[in-house]
């Protein structure tokens, strides 16, 4: 069975970093949010499990950042924002339990939104927040995997999966203008229409595909393709800079 991991909103969610085309996140409306999305998972099929939330770090409900989960191995990042940094031992405590574990280490910073994997290649954003030692680091753990890596620079959005969303195995949703598509070489590209900007953040769940509720023509021309949309509204996520691949941490 696929298995999720999770992390609730914490009460300082307020708090949370928040980039130049976010809004301070109200608190208890993401709860609400963030329950309607883990009943998503679970009616998907996920078993879920949840890590404790902990009032001390705002964003720690973004647990998609703290770890890369390749083949049967985890791999726990060192996130970009160093306010960040202290996520990752609680998250490691818990994937130690079904995992072996490995670490990116200084200088090196990756965060997990940065790493999108479609098949065998692992597209990897050179962002804000993941930098060239992070991905070397993360090209030599994965390097028995049999894994083509392709580091991709990421303008303008926080990291490479807030601007490419995967919405099925060989189909991305881009963000015009946040990565050279030539990159994407092989995938199948679908664009986010212009005054969604922004707005359009995916997981693909079995043989549907979770959509942010507040771009409806993006998630149109998804559908189109032939797999049904579930809408779903987390305005709050969205403030703060997340999107719906950020809130759980995925084994399929
Ligand atoms: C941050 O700035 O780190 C958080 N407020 C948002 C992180 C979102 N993470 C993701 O999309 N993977």
């Not at 994937?95 to 994997?117: C, E, K, N, R």
């Amino acid at each position: 069975m696929a298995s999720a991991w999770v992390r609730p909103v914490p009460e300082t969610f307020d708090q949370a970093i928040v980039g130049k085309h976010g809004r301070v996140p109200q608190v208890a409306l993401a709860r609400r949010q963030h329950s309607e999305y883990v009943s998503r998972l679970v009616e998907a099929g996920f078993d879920v499990e949840t890590i404790p939330a902990d009032d001390r770090l705002p964003d720690c409900v973004f647990v998609e950042d703290t770890a890369v989960l390749v083949g049967s191995r985890g791999i726990m990042t060192r996130p970009g924002a160093p306010a960040r940094r202290p996520e990752v031992e609680s998250v490691a405590a818990l994937l130690g339990d079904h995992f072996p574990l490995t670490s990116i280490v200084a200088p090196g910073t990756l965060d997990g939104g940065d790493v999108m994997m479609m098949g065998d290649t692992m597209y990897v954003g050179r962002s804000q927040r993941t930098n060239e030692s992070g991905i070397e680091q993360l090209a030599e753990l994965v390097s028995d995997q049999g894994m083509r890596l392709v580091p991709v620079d990421v303008a303008g959005v926080l990291h490479l999966k807030s601007g490419v969303l995967p919405v099925d195995a060989e189909t991305v949703v881009v963000t015009p203008g946040t990565v050279d598509e030539d990159l994407l070489d092989g995938l199948r590209i679908v664009h986010e229409e212009e005054t969604e900007r922004h707005m359009f953040s995916a997981l693909p769940l079995g043989d549907t595909v979770l959509v942010t509720s507040n771009a409806p023509l993006t998630a149109r021309r998804v559908e189109s393709l032939g797999r049904p949309v579930v809408p779903i509204d987390v305005s709050e996520i969205l403030a703060a800079d997340g999107g719906l691949t950020c809130l759980s941490i995925i084994q399929r």
